[in-house]
């Protein structure tokens, strides 16, 4: 039995703990009947100063700003009113691409989505219209150019936005009707992708990027729609993923198996340049650069939609970290990237793919591969021109008996754009001796001379691509090129 004394001091000590209990239920209620602020009524910090300008005033008016339009927690609450956001997978500097801008093009003709316009660029010359933010707008900063697009029925919340944004000292061009091509030059060119987020928007059936990202969810422990290894994903109709330098060279060892390198065409290289590039313009179906100093300098002339093909394919090869162009297998099947597909410039390549084996017919391998191991740009004369050197090699190889691909022999060339010639360079590799004498060195680098002049455009575009040089000046009308040319087979 518990002592007396050990009672008594228990009944004291629940005697206390009731009291507190009580306290804590009063307190409980008391904070239960103030008014919780939600999300809606608290204007957040936002890192993206322009977000942080607008948010507080487009709150009085009913509109919610979100930095996130894909966060997890977000998409999962009702959409009690429109949000204006931003998405993680379109970051600053994720300009549209052609398939993008067709289809956004195709559903503002229809008059199912608009497009808002804001430049916080203070050059705007207001007396010159559109015209003039225009030119203002290729010339701003990336950070500056920003484009809103939204489903038809938000357009009194894009005028909203526009009121807002305006009276905070930024310049708007609201687009809704109308001819379609200042709103798609625009829009072709917007560093920001922004959208209007609302539930009439959601159920819309829509291909435009920015629609299509609404009320969809960032994936677990990620801040994007997709998979981390999506190159994978993107990659299934193309050619093996393959980088170049996995295949080793006369000092280093291969490391790749010899079922992945392409039967075929590999283009990698990075070009060196003898000047500072400021931006890329296309004007008059021709491209031609602009140094720090504002001086233009001319490339060499190309068919606009071949030129297209391959910054086609240089975008499409960063996406998915491959330099594999055309694989062409023992049985006759084609696998070509398909930014080149269905191309002039592709049915050059394959074409081309097939001619190392006429000229080395009875050499012990399985299969011939071209790699650029070099571009090399540099000023011709004193003309305000530049031209390139590649160099490339012709590998045939074979598998070791652990199927490693092993470079049996590799012939190397050099083509020189102004001139238009291959020169051969050396050979190495351990088949060296086995090569005939009557092979005929010059025919077989000619015939990859073609390959060779678009490594040196891709090694460009690689370049400008990495250094992130402004391509704004008539990207539109590149963009809308059309680069369809003769049909790539799927078997030869």
Same mark, same amino acid.
């Given at each position: 039995?518990?002592?007396?004394?050990?009672?008594?001091?228990?009944?004291?000590?629940? #005697?206390?703990?009731?009291?507190?209990?009580?306290?804590?239920?009063?307190?409980?209620?008391?904070?239960?009947?103030?008014?919780?602020?939600?999300?809606?009524?608290?204007?957040?910090?936002?890192?993206?100063?322009?977000?942080?300008?607008?948010?507080?005033?487009?709150?009085?008016?009913?509109?919610?700003?979100?930095?996130?339009?894909?966060? *997890?927690?977000?998409?999962?609450?009702?959409? *009690?009113?429109?949000?204006?956001?931003?998405?993680?997978?379109?970051? @600053?500097?994720?300009?549209?691409?052609?398939?993008?801008?067709?289809?956004?093009?195709?559903?503002?003709?229809?008059?199912?989505?608009?497009?808002?316009?804001?430049?916080?660029?203070?050059?705007?010359?207001?007396?010159?219209?559109?015209?003039?933010?225009?030119?203002?707008?290729?010339?701003?900063?990336?950070?500056?150019?920003?484009?809103?697009?939204?489903?038809?029925?938000?357009?009194?919340?894009?005028?909203?936005?526009?009121?807002?944004?305006?009276?905070?000292?930024?310049?708007?061009?609201?687009?809704?009707?109308?001819?379609?091509?200042?709103?798609?030059?625009?829009?072709?060119?917007?560093?920001?992708?922004?959208?209007?987020?609302?539930?009439?928007?959601?159920?819309?059936?829509?291909?435009? @990027?920015?629609?299509?990202?609404?009320?969809?969810?960032?994936?677990?422990?990620?801040?994007?729609?997709?998979?981390?290894?999506?190159?994978?994903?993107?990659?299934?109709?193309?050619?093996?993923?393959?980088?170049?330098?996995?295949?080793?060279?006369?000092?280093?060892?291969?490391?790749?198996?010899?079922?992945?390198?392409?039967?075929?065409?590999?283009?990698?290289?990075?070009?060196?340049?003898?000047?500072?590039?400021?931006?890329?313009?296309?004007?008059?179906?021709?491209?031609?650069?602009?140094?720090?100093?504002?001086?233009?300098?001319?490339?060499?002339?190309?068919?606009?939609?071949?030129?297209?093909?391959?910054?086609?394919?240089?975008?499409?090869?960063?996406?998915?970290?491959?330099?594999?162009?055309?694989?062409?297998?023992?049985?006759?099947?084609?696998?070509?990237?398909?930014?080149?597909?269905?191309?002039?410039?592709?049915?050059?390549?394959?074409?081309?793919?097939?001619?190392?084996?006429?000229?080395?017919?009875?050499?012990?391998?399985?299969?011939?591969?071209?790699?650029?191991?070099?571009?090399?740009?540099?000023?011709?004369?004193?003309?305000?021109?530049?031209?390139?050197?590649?160099?490339?090699?012709?590998?045939?190889?074979?598998?070791?008996?652990?199927?490693? #691909?092993?470079?049996?022999?590799?012939?190397?060339?050099?083509?020189?754009?102004?001139?238009?010639?291959?020169?051969?360079?050396?050979?190495?590799?351990?088949?060296?001796?086995?090569?005939?004498?009557?092979?005929?060195?010059?025919?077989?680098?000619?015939?990859?001379?073609?390959?060779?002049?678009?490594?040196?455009?891709?090694?460009?575009?690689?370049?400008?691509?990495?250094?992130?040089?402004?391509?704004?000046?008539?990207?539109?009308?590149?963009?809308?090129?059309?680069?369809?040319?003769?049909?790539?087979?799927?078997?030869?």
């Amino acid at each position: 039995m518990m002592p007396v004394r050990a009672i008594r001091q228990l009944t004291r000590l629940r #005697a206390f703990h009731g009291v507190v209990g009580l306290l804590y239920l009063w307190l409980t209620a008391v904070a239960s009947a103030q008014p919780v602020a939600s999300p809606s009524d608290v204007t957040p910090e936002f890192e993206d100063p322009f977000l942080q300008t607008v948010a507080e005033a487009l709150s009085v008016y009913e509109l919610d700003v979100v930095e996130n339009l894909n966060d *997890r927690d977000l998409v999962r609450q009702r959409i *009690r009113r429109p949000r204006l956001g931003r998405f993680p997978d379109l970051p @600053t500097g994720s300009l549209p691409g052609s398939e993008e801008i067709r289809v956004w093009e195709s559903e503002y003709e229809a008059e199912q989505i608009g497009g808002l316009a804001i430049l916080s660029n203070l050059g705007v010359d207001n007396r010159r219209g559109l015209d003039g933010y225009v030119k203002a707008w290729l010339t701003a900063p990336a950070e500056a150019r920003i484009f809103i697009s939204f489903y038809r029925k938000d357009l009194v919340w894009a005028q909203q936005i526009g009121a807002v944004a305006n009276a905070y000292g930024y310049h708007i061009q609201t687009f809704f009707g109308g001819h379609v091509l200042p709103s798609a030059r625009l829009y072709a060119t917007a560093a920001q992708r922004l959208a209007i987020d609302s539930q009439v928007a959601r159920r819309y059936h829509t291909e435009v @990027t920015e629609l299509v990202y609404l009320g969809k969810r960032v994936r677990r422990k990620s801040n994007s729609l997709f998979k981390e290894n999506n190159d994978r994903a993107l990659a299934r109709n193309e050619p093996p993923v393959f980088l170049k330098e996995t295949l080793g060279d006369e000092l280093n060892q291969s490391t790749i198996r010899e079922i992945i390198v392409p039967g075929g065409v590999a283009l990698g290289e990075i070009a060196t340049l003898p000047i500072g590039i400021a931006a890329m313009v296309y004007s008059a179906g021709s491209l031609h650069l602009v140094d720090d100093s504002g001086q233009n300098w001319q490339l060499p002339t190309l068919e606009s939609k071949t030129l297209k093909a391959l910054f086609d394919f240089s975008i499409r090869a960063g996406s998915i970290h491959s330099d594999s162009i055309v694989d062409i297998d023992a049985g006759g099947r084609v696998r070509i990237s398909s930014a080149l597909r269905n191309t002039d410039a592709g049915y050059e390549i394959m074409l081309a793919d097939t001619q190392p084996f006429e000229y080395v017919p009875n050499l012990s391998v399985s299969k011939s591969v071209m790699i650029d191991i070099g571009v090399d740009w540099f000023v011709v004369g004193g003309n305000n021109s530049l031209g390139f050197e590649t160099d490339y090699e012709i590998r045939f190889l074979s598998a070791n008996n652990v199927r490693i #691909a092993q470079t049996r022999v590799a012939l190397e060339y050099e083509y020189e754009s102004v001139s238009g010639t291959t020169t051969y360079q050396e050979s190495w590799g351990q088949y060296v001796s086995r090569l005939s004498d009557n092979l005929d060195y010059s025919g077989l680098g000619s015939s990859m001379a073609t390959v060779a002049n678009y490594a040196g455009w891709i090694g460009l575009f690689r370049n400008l691509q990495e250094e992130d040089v402004p391509f704004l000046r008539g990207r539109y009308e590149f963009m809308k090129i059309d680069k369809t040319g003769r049909p790539t087979p799927a078997h030869y």
